[in-house]
């Protein structure tokens, strides 16, 4: 117990979550039953909204099924617990047994987004009676909406980054820049940077903390999927006739779930072969990419340097960002030589013994 009656919990070893040490991190007001929930940018439900005409441009920019993935309501206090297990060190939640996290296969499953190519700066109704060029337009517009409303958004709320327009012109073009990787990157900075005590809001696309949560933390109030052939998994949580209400936990109720989870509470392998077989096409192609290097063996010292958590776009547009981000690009082409195969002990691949050991001593358990 420290001064003023606030608790100071953390590891015995501090040489991984050095960034604790200030006390800035959400965790020290959790305990200290602080509660804090963010602030959520919402988000229209695009499937009913969808003319029939432009679907087709979609289709080919790459962002039909990201468009019928909209569906829930937000679950705030879910995912302001969730980011309080966040570390910004090693862009893991960190939970009593292990670490987890959200990858690119999360990101293609349930919003079907494409995955290929480089990963451009600028990402780190009815209609009748028009003609073609009217009709591409319209949905030039829909995939901006889409963009800042859900996949890359943020609390201006009602304004549009024109800096998308340019990634836009050519459809074909469109779908070969890496917008999951860019969703998954502008969600982990928002992960990082909501961790500050001071924080009150999260930006980038939340909704995949909630949907990654069910599915992973059995007794959550997961809803059944409903494989549906055609939809990505995003889509698949309420009856399109009748919406799917659910009874949102207190944070509390949240604090001491997550407190009591242990390995075998987790789901580590939650996408079945029968899912997969059943998803679109778009949210199969390139599954070589959702290998990674996982942390389950007691890992090397991290790569992440903090004052990357700094960095961002504005006034910055005339730097070279492929010169400066070299180190981090040669590591991403040397992806295939630095995997880390872990063998399924009792049907699913979790944490060994010697892992458990360092975390205890690498880690705060809450």
């Known amino acids: 117990m420290a001064d003023q009656g606030v ?22 007001s959790s305990w200290n039953e602080q509660n804090r929930i963010l602030k959520v940018r919402k988000y229209r439900d695009f499937r009913h909204f969808i003319p029939e005409e432009i679907v087709g441009h979609l ?61 451009s700066p600028e990402l780190l109704g009815v209609i009748g009676g028009v003609g073609p060029i009217e009709i591409m337009y319209v949905a030039r517009a829909n995939m901006l909406r889409l ?28 779908a070969k820049y890496s917008w999951g990787s860019a969703v998954l990157t502008l969600l982990y900075h928002e992960l990082c940077y909501a961790t500050g005590v001071e924080r009150t809001e999260i930006d980038g696309c939340a909704y995949l903390i909630q949907l990654w949560t069910w599915l992973r933390i059995p007794g959550t109030d997961m809803i ?25 936990k207190q944070i509390e109720w949240w604090h ?17 072969d029968d899912v997969l077989n059943a998803l679109p096409e778009r949210c199969r192609e390139n599954m070589h990419l959702w290998r990674i290097v996982v942390p389950m063996p007691v890992p090397n010292a991290s790569s992440q340097q903090n004052e990357m958590h700094d960095i961002s776009l504005k006034e910055k547009e005339k730097q070279n960002w492929v010169h400066n981000m070299r180190g981090f690009i040669r590591l991403w082409s040397e992806r295939h030589q630095r995997l880390a195969n ?17 975390y205890d001593e690498h880690s705060i358990l809450g």
């Open 7 to 28: 608790v100071k919990l953390g590891p015995k070893d501090q040489s991984l979550l050095y960034l604790q040490k200030d006390g800035k991190h959400v965790s020290i």
């Open 59 to 119: 289709r080919q920019a790459g962002f039909y099924e990201a468009a019928l993935a909209g569906s829930l309501k937000l679950d705030k206090v879910l995912i302001s617990t969730m980011v309080e297990r966040w570390r910004p060190e090693t862009h893991t939640f960190h939970m009593p047994f292990g670490e987890c996290t959200i990858t690119l296969q999360d990101v293609a499953l349930h919003l079907g987004l494409p995955l290929m190519g480089m990963l």
């Open 147 to 174: 963009i800042d409303t859900f996949l890359l958004c943020d609390h201006t709320g009602s304004h549009v980054p024109l800096r998308y327009l340019i990634l836009l012109r050519d459809f074909e073009e469109t």
């Open 224 to 248: 059944p999927l409903q494989l549906d052939p055609g939809l990505p998994l995003a889509a698949r949580w309420r009856n399109p006739e009748e919406p799917i209400k659910w009874e949102k």
């Open 256 to 272: 001491t779930k997550l407190d009591d989870l242990r390995s075998n509470d987790f789901v580590w392998m939650s996408y079945s």
């Open 342 to 358: 872990k063998p399924e002990v009792n049907g699913h691949v979790g944490p060994n013994e010697e892992y458990i050991i360092w």
